[in-house]
């Protein structure tokens, strides 16, 4: 969608330089003329009265395929409308889950053998070296993809691909994919714009701490 093809923005709400800001934050959107596009049609639904199902539809596709990031929208969406914060912070989250459950079920049900037949055929012994792994760390393995920038999509379809364990993906996503979308709302909600700098800047690194923190605490309990 062009910039004149784009739904009116007033002066208040997801403004139009919110949105430019928002494109700027991102390597590939400020750099690949496709990619920008594809973000600008994204974040021009951020001011119609179709913001939230646009959210949805972003945090279920993202989760299974789709290139654009949910945290684009949400972070536009709680800027523009900060009181709403933690309501779009829970779409997002709900059908960001529900999309990497999706994508887990068709990889363990439908797609999974045919594909991992493929991979061994290219590279023998993948299939159980792979399935161990995700028998022995799959849930940290998840929760890193769900909290970090680990993209959770390729996460959620290599779980049903090597991970033999739905409710554990399932339990994964829900403690730590909560944690990435809300943390967004409150500092927008708590600091207001300036949240954004923080968030465009250390969030992603931000994330990683936290996950290398709880990982970190959980193997020194079982050692203690």
Not at 79 to 107: D, N, V
Not at 163 to 188: H, K, N
Request: proline fraction near 6%; include cysteine.
């Amino acid at each position: 969608m062009s910039t004149e093809d784009k739904p009116p923005v007033p002066a208040t709400g997801v403004t139009d330089r919110i949105i430019e800001e928002e494109i700027c934050a991102h390597g590939l959107a400020r750099h690949f003329r496709l990619v920008r596009r594809l973000y600008e049609w994204v974040l021009s639904w951020a001011e119609t009265r179709h913001a939230g199902k646009a959210m949805a539809a972003l945090a279920y596709t993202e989760a299974i395929f789709f290139p654009v990031p949910a945290d684009v929208l949400l972070i536009a969406l709680c800027m523009g409308r900060p009181k709403s914060s933690f309501r779009w912070a829970a779409i997002c989250t709900f059908w960001s889950i529900l999309g990497g459950t999706t994508a887990m079920i068709l990889g363990l049900y439908v797609i999974g053998e045919p594909i991992k037949a493929v991979i061994d055929w290219i590279r023998p012994g993948t299939t159980l070296l792979a399935e161990g792994y995700f028998t022995k760390y799959g849930f940290w393995t998840v929760g890193v993809a769900a909290l970090t920038p680990v993209p959770y999509n390729v996460c959620s379809w290599l779980s049903g691909f090597y991970y033999d364990s739905p409710w554990m993906y399932i339990l994964a996503s829900v403690i730590f994919r909560p944690m990435r979308f809300f943390a967004v709302a409150g500092l927008v909600y708590l600091v207001g714009p300036s949240a954004k700098r923080f968030i465009d800047r250390y969030f992603n690194l931000a994330t990683v701490v936290v996950m290398a923190l709880v990982i970190a605490a959980v193997v020194l309990i079982r050692l203690l």
